[in-house]
C-alpha cells in the first residue's frame, strides 16, 4: 500500500443523544477453516458511506440476508470517526437506503417504501436528538434520488411520474389488467418492466410547510439534482429532445427552485455530459461558478469509450477537459474545500486509486494507491474523509483516510472471516497468440501446493466494458475452497487499460475477447497449474456469451456454465433493453444481417460444442432475456451433448432472493465436480 499526498485532518466534537453500541469483535477462532457455502449467508455488504457535516459520524447501508423471509434486507448504520462505537440505526423489513446528512448535521434522512402501498419509496427523517424515524415526503410517485439544500430547508427530488388512478368500478371483481400500451422506442428495462409515458422528474421538497413542487415535466428523464453553495440553483442533468430513447446526448441544466422556472441548458456536447449509471451528480465548486462532471462520447463510441474529467462555468462558456491526455476512466470528481482541486476515482488496471488534479488542469497526483478497489469517498466540510475499499481477501468496508493511513471503520466482515483461511489471489500477465498482453487475476486453493495440477476453472466478467480488480470475491473463494484454480482474465473490451483496448472488440464480439481468454488456460497450462483434462468455463451476462464463444472454438473444456448468455444475436435485438446499442454498434438486423450472423457463430455452428453446459436464467431477465439460454439449451439437448436449464422464478439479471443465490453456486460447484472431479 502507497500513499502520496493527503490533506491533514482533524476531527471535531460531536453531540449526539442516540442509544450507542459500542462495537467489539466476536472472539476469534480458534483454528482456521475454509470457506463453504454457508458463509454465503454471512457476507455483509456495504455501500454509500456519508460523511456527517461536523466529520464526527460516517453514515452507510448494510445489505444482509433475512432468512426468515428468503430476502436481502438493508439497513442503515453509522460508526464514530474515531472507531469506537457503531449503531445499526434502521430494523425494518423494508429497505433502508441512501443516507444523506442534513448539511446543518440536525438530521440524517434516507430512503424507503416502508409501510408504503405499492411499493412507493419515500424521504424519510432521523432526529440526531433522538427519535423514531418519521415519513417526511408524500409524493405519488416513488423517490429515487434527492438532496439538500444548503440552509437544510429544501429537498431536491427525482421521482417517478405516479401511476394514472384506477376509476373503473368493477363492483368488488377481481380487477382485470389493462393493455400494455407501448409507443417508446425503448421500451423496456430490466428491474423495471415495459415503460410506458412515465419518467421521471424534479421536484423541489420545502421541510417547513412539507409542500412539494414540480419544477419540470415533459417525455424525458431528468437525474443528478446538486444545488449550488448560495442554494440559488439546482443543476441536473436530463437527456432531451426529439425521441430521447434514441440518442445519449445527456445535459447538464439549471434551475432556480421556485415554480414556474424554467431550466437553462449549460452543457451542449453532443454526447453524455454526467450520464446516469456511471456518473455523479455535477459538483459545484465552493465560489459556485463552476461545475465539474465526466463527459462521455457519442452514441457512437457505445460502450467503449473513456469518461473525461471537465469543468465548465456556470455563466456560460466552453467546456475545459482537465486532462486531455488522460486514457483512463474516472468518477466521483468533487472540488477541495478551497476549491484549487478536484479530487476523483481514477481507474486504472486492476484497481481503481484516489487521486487529484489542479482545477485548472495539469499532471494528476495520486492521493491513495494500490491492490484495491476504491468504490467511493466522501469528504466533511473539515477534511475528514472515508473511503469505501475492497482488496482480494476484504469484502467492501468503509475506513478512515488519516495521516496517509486506512482505519477500519465498518468492520461488517471482520468476525465471520477471521477464523476463515482464503485462497491467495495473485495478478496475471501472459501473451494471446497475437502478442497482446492481458492481465488478469489468478486465484488458487487455500492449501495450494506447487508442482501439483489442479482442475481450474476460466471465469470471465460481464459488461464486455469492464473488468476484475484486486476485490474480494465469494464465488472465486468458493470454488478455490473447493480446490479449483480461478483464471479470470481482463480481455481485449475489458476497462482498465485505455480506449483502444476496450474497442478492439467493437463489432467484433467472439474474436479477441475470446482469443484472449483462451490464452489464460494456455497460460496456467504452460505454469504446470493446470490439469489439461480437468478445465472448466463460465461467467455472467458477457462472461455467459464469452463461455459460449469459447466452447464453440474450444473443446478441451470439460464442463461449461453460462449464466445469462446469449448466442443468437438476431433473437437479441427487440427482446432485451439495448435497441439503442444494438444499432449503434451493429446496425440493424436487416440492413446488416451478415454481421449479425457471423457474430451469433455459437449458435449457427453449435454442432461443433461438445462440452456439457448448464444453462442458469432469472425468468425475468430483460438485461439478457431467457429467451437466449433457452435457445442454446434447446440446440445442445437436440444434438445429445449433457445440458442443463435451471430459470428463477421472478428474478431479473442480478438475483434478489438469498437461496436463489445459493442455489445457483450450489448448481455450479456440482456441475463442474460432475466432470472435472471424476
Partial sequence: MHARRHSLISPLGLGLSLVLIPFSPGALAAEERFLTLDDLAQLRKVEDPQISPDGEWVAYTVTSVNADKDAYSTDIWMTRWDGS???????????????????????????????????????????????????????RGSISDYTWS???????????DPDPPETEDTGGKPRTPKPI???????????????????????????????????????????????????????????????????????????????????????????????????SPPAWSPDGKQI????????????????????????????????????????????????????????????????????????IE????????????????????ALLRTTSHEPAEVFALENDNLRP???????????????????????????????????????????????????????PVDQRFFEFRFDWQFFAANGYVVVSPNYRGSSGRGEDFSLAINADWGNEDAVDSRAAIDHVLREGIADPDRLGVGGLSWGGILTNYVIARDPR?????????????????????????????????????????????????????????????????????????????????????????VVYPNQHHTFTVPSYDHDRLERTLAWYDKYLKK
Fill in 150 to 160: 444548503p440552509d437544510s430547508s429544501r429537498l431536491a427530488l427525482i421521482a417517478k
Fill in 409 to 463: 471503520l465498518s468492520r461488517q466482515n471482520e468476525e465471520w472471516l477471521a477464523g476463515v483461511k482464503l485462497g491467495s489471489v495473485e495478478g496475471m500477465r501472459y501473451k494471446s497468440p497475437d502478442g497482446a498482453e492481458v492481465h488478469g487475476l489468478m486465484i488458487k486453493p487455500p492449501n495450494f501446493k506447487k508442482r501439483k495440477k489442479y482442475p481450474t476453472l476460466l471465469r470471465m466478467h460481464g459488461g
Fill in 85 to 139: 462505537q457503531s449503531v445499526q440505526l434502521t430494523f425494518s423489513n423494508d429497505d433502508e437506503k441512501s443516507p444523506r446528512w442534513s448539511p446543518d448535521g440536525k438530521y440524517l434522512a434516507f430512503l424507503s417504501s416502508r409501510r408504503a402501498k405499492n411499493s412507493v419509496t419515500q424521504v424519510w427523517l432521523l432526529n440526531r436528538g433522538g427519535g423514531e424515524a418519521r415519513k417526511l415526503t408524500d409524493l
Fill in 181 to 279: 400500451v407501448l409507443d417508446r422506442f425503448q421500451f423496456m428495462r430490466d428491474f423495471v418492466g415495459f415503460l410506458g409515458d412515465q419518467y421521471s422528474h424534479l421536484y423541489l421538497f420545502d421541510l417547513k410547510d412539507r409542500k412539494s413542487t414540480p419544477l419540470t415535466h415533459g417525455e424525458f428523464t431528468d437525474t443528478l439534482p446538486s444545488w449550488s453553495p448560495d442554494g440559488r440553483l439546482i443543476a441536473f442533468v436530463s437527456k432531451r429532445g426529439a425521441e430521447p430513447d434514441r440518442h445519449n446526448n445527456w445535459d447538464i441544466y439549471l434551475i432556480e427552485p421556485r415554480e414556474g422556472a424554467r431550466a437553462h441548458q449549460l452543457t451542449k456536447f453532443e454526447g453524455a455530459d454526467a450520464a446516469p449509471g456511471w456518473s
Fill in 557 to 645: 473444456f470439460k464442463a461449461a456454465v453460462s449464466r445469462a448468455g446469449a448466442s443468437n444475436f438476431l433473437a437479441g435485438y427487440g427482446t432485451d433493453h439495448y435497441a439503442q446499442l444494438w444499432e449503434a454498434e451493429l446496425g440493424r438486423p436487416w440492413e446488416n444481417p451478415q454481421l449479425y450472423i457471423d457474430l451469433s457463430y455459437p449458435f449457427f455452428e453449435v454442432d461443433k460444442i461438445t462440452t456439457p453446459t448448464l444453462f442458469l436464467c432469472g425468468e425475468k431477465d430483460w438485461n439478457v432475456p431467457l429467451i437466449n439460454s433457452e435457445q442454446m439449451y434447446q440446440a445442445l439437448r437436440s444434438l445429445g451433448i449433457d445440458t442443463q436449464l
Fill in 292 to 363: 465539474v462532471y465526466m463527459q462521455d462520447g457519442s452514441i457512437k463510441m457505445n460502450q467503449y469509450m473513456t469518461h473525461d474529467l471537465v469543468t465548465i462555468p456556470v455563466g456560460g462558456g466552453e467546456p475545459r477537459l482537465l486532462a486531455p491526455s488522460l486514457d483512463r476512466s474516472v468518477k466521483e470528481p468533487r472540488w477541495s474545500a478551497d476549491g484549487q482541486k478536484i479530487l476523483f476515482l481514477l481507474e486504472g488496471d486492476r484497481r481503481y486509486n484516489l487521486a487529484s488534479i489542479s482545477s485548472t488542469g495539469g499532471d
Fill in 366 to 385: 495520486m492521493v491513495f494507491e494500490g491492490d484495491h478497489e476504491i468504490r467511493h469517498f466522501t469528504v466533511s466540510p473539515g477534511g475528514n474523509m
